[in-house]
């Protein structure tokens, strides 16, 4: 059974016009129009797809990891690829560890495979002061933001109509007061201070892809981030979409947290992307920790109690996010256990690729309840009308298909066999 109550801002209705090849109708005949994608995207972070598209790992762990891929291509649509300017410990490296010596070419093998295969790819991040390059501490502050430009322009620039998404800033809230470590990032952040390091940093992205989407992205969801959000908006500074990540390492939001995050946020009248979601299958992470990164653990599993209210848990949250006229991108930051970010049991598949029960609600939510595949007929006019969720298509008939978008407030179209 097919659930749309409440979900009339996702759908559409689309009228078609069928005709053959000379321009006639095609009359009274039965036409299917299945979804191929949805507009909404439905994500996780992938980095394997830069070993898989590289080939760059034994055969056996190609295999291993070329299903993993399958799964998650059977599901989603969107997906995060790493641009860590320095090395960051429990993933891919670092994109630039080595000054002047980027990993481009793999990082666009993987955005190039994810691509052909009707992914929308998001880079992460452009800015950010933690698994920043070591290398710009011997630098001055002048010259550490020459070098920030200089990469914006470069990536930016060489992934161009590859990845037209980028999330340009990360966690600025706390960027110019981060003392964990000195880095370079924190030390301009401070010098410009944190709307002054936005516009900056948005301007350049803009002026080498003035079509992308861009996004600020925090995970503190705090009045802090707010204020930030109106100084920003104030300043005149563009922002395509507001990213807030939701880590829930020590607990699930709950619907009353999710609901309260939405109101606050929504005044903006700004899409809202969940960036980087996490919802686990094991124990909880004590609520004492308070940088989630200083909890380290070397087995921290899956077990069938977790992994049902995981399912439950991931069945609500997406339930009450997709609803929501002004979300327009859910993202998991981890879509297996297998290399998880603090060795944590978040991912929907399990180490050994076997599905959890939280993916296979997922894809009977995506690829189920939120999914179109319909038949009409057509009229006397070859006239033929359906309603369904917003994306790609395929009109079957016979053996021939014709590919179209829905999309709201199209109109009439015409399509010839």
Not at 218 to 232: A, H, K, R, V
Not at 292 to 300: E, S
């Amino acid at each position: 059974m097919v659930h749309t109550i409440g979900l009339s801002h996702r759908m559409a209705h689309k009228t078609i016009i069928l005709v053959d090849a000379l321009g006639n109708p095609v009359v009274g005949k039965d036409v299917t129009f299945k979804q191929t994608n949805h507009k909404f995207l439905f994500g996780s972070g992938i980095f394997n797809a830069i070993e898989v598209a590289n080939k760059s790992v034994p055969a056996d762990r190609l295999a291993f990891l070329e299903k993993k891929l399958d799964l998650f291509l059977d599901v989603f649509n969107f997906a995060t690829l790493p641009f860590y300017w320095g090395e960051f410990p429990g993933y891919w490296g670092g994109f630039e560890p080595e000054k002047g010596k980027p990993r481009t070419k793999e990082l666009m093998a993987a955005a190039k495979w994810l691509k052909n295969r009707n992914v929308t790819v998001k880079g992460h991040p452009l800015v950010w002061h933690t698994a920043t390059a070591p290398w710009l501490l011997d630098l001055s502050n002048e010259e550490i933001l020459k070098a920030q430009f200089a990469r914006i322009q470069r990536e930016v620039s060489d992934f161009r109509g590859l990845i037209d998404m980028w999330d340009v800033i990360n966690e600025v809230v706390i960027m110019p007061i981060y003392d964990k470590y000195d880095n370079g990032i924190t030390r301009i952040a401070k010098e410009l201070g944190r709307v002054g390091m936005i516009k900056e940093m948005f301007a350049k992205t803009r002026a080498f892809n003035p079509g992308a989407t861009l996004l600020l992205n925090d995970f503190n969801t705090s009045i802090n981030y707010e204020i930030l959000l109106d100084g920003c908006l104030s300043a005149g500074i563009q922002i395509d979409a507001i990213g807030i990540q939701s880590h829930q390492h020590q607990g699930y939001w709950g619907r009353e947290k999710l609901e309260e995050v939405l109101d606050r946020f929504s005044p903006f009248g700004l899409p809202i992307h969940f960036t980087e979601n996490t919802l686990l299958s094991g124990q909880l992470m004590p609520p004492e920790i308070v940088d989630l990164n200083d909890y380290q653990v070397t087995d921290w599993p899956s077990t069938p109690e977790f992994e049902e209210r995981q399912a439950k848990e991931i069945e609500e949250m997406y339930t009450i996010l997709f609803k929501h006229p002004l979300v327009e991108a859910i993202s998991s930051w981890e879509f297996s256990d297998d290399g998880a970010w603090i060795h944590a049991p978040s991912g929907f598949v399990r180490s050994d690729n076997s599905p959890k029960p939280s993916y296979e609600v997922l894809k009977k939510l995506i690829k189920g309840d939120w999914y179109t595949n319909v038949t009409g007929r057509t009229d006397e006019n070859g006239m033929v009308t359906f309603n369904g969720f917003l994306g790609d298509y395929e009109l079957m008939y016979g053996d021939k298909k014709i590919g179209f978008k829905l999309e709201k407030n199209t109109g009439i179209e015409r399509l010839t066999l």
